[in-house]
C-alpha cells in the first residue's frame, strides 16, 4: 500500500487575477503561505502533489519539509503576471512540486507545448512512476491527457500513478487517458475538490488520483476552509491487475482557454 495526496494550494497572482474569494479570507499572503506550509509538512502521505506553487511558498514549503523527504520541481518557463493589483509575492515564479519520501529520479519535466504554465513531473520511486500534473480547460485538455498517456507508456517500468488538478470531472478524465487508466472513485456526499457557486456549469471535482496496473481505494477530500480555492485529495494505491501499455491516445491540440 502506498499513500498519495495532491493539492493546488493556489498562486497569489491567479487568486488576485481572478478575484479570488480567497483573498478575502487571507489578505496578508505571507500568513497564507505559513499557513499551507504547515499543512503540506503535516500531511503523512508518501507521495504528495502540488500544484500553483508561486516561488515564496516553495521557499516556505522547503523549509517546512521534515528530513527524509525529497523535493522535485518543474519550474514552469510562463511566470504569472499581475493584471489588477499589484502582487504581494516577491518571487512570482510557478512550479509544479513532488514530495516523496526517500529517494526519487526525475524521468520526465515538461510544460505542456499549448499551455507554458502547466505541465507533467513523472517521478521514479521504488519501483512505482509518479506523475504530477495540471491540465489546461478547454480544448488543450485532450491532448495535454494524451501526452501524459504517452509518458507513462514510455517511461513507466510497472504501476503508474497520476496525481493533480485536471480541471475535468472524473468521468472525462478516465475517458481521454484512455485504456488502462482508473481514476479513484470519491464518497457519496464529498466536498467539492474545487468548491465554485452553486449552479456553476465546471464541475466541482477536478482534482484526481488516477492509476495505472494499480488500484486505489479510501480516497477522500480534506476541507481546508478556504485556505486554498482548492481542497486537497487523498488516496492508497494498492497492487492490482496489469492493464497492459498505456494507450498513447490522440495528437495534442490547442486553443487559447485561461487556467
Known sequence: MLT???WNVLHRVHAENWSSDVLDRWPEEASRIAAVAARVAALTERVVALQ??????LASIRAALPAGRSIHTLDYPRIPTPRRIPTLLADRSEHLVLLVDGPGEVVAAEAFAE???????AVRTAGLLVVAT???TGPRRPGQLA????????TADGPAVLLG??????TTVAAELGPGFAVAELPPGAPPTRPRETGAEKSQWIDHVVVHGLDSRGAVVEDVAGLSDHNPVRAEVVPGADPGPADPGPAERNDTSPM
Open 134 to 136: 495540471h491540465v489546461s
Open 115 to 121: 499551455d507554458r504554465g502547466k505541465g507533467l513531473l
Open 4 to 6: 498519495v495526496a495532491t
Open 147 to 154: 501526452r501524459l498517456a504517452e509518458v507513462v507508456a514510455a
Open 52 to 57: 500553483e506553487v508561486s516561488g515564496d511558498q
Open 165 to 170: 488538478d485536471f480541471n475535468a470531472d472524473r
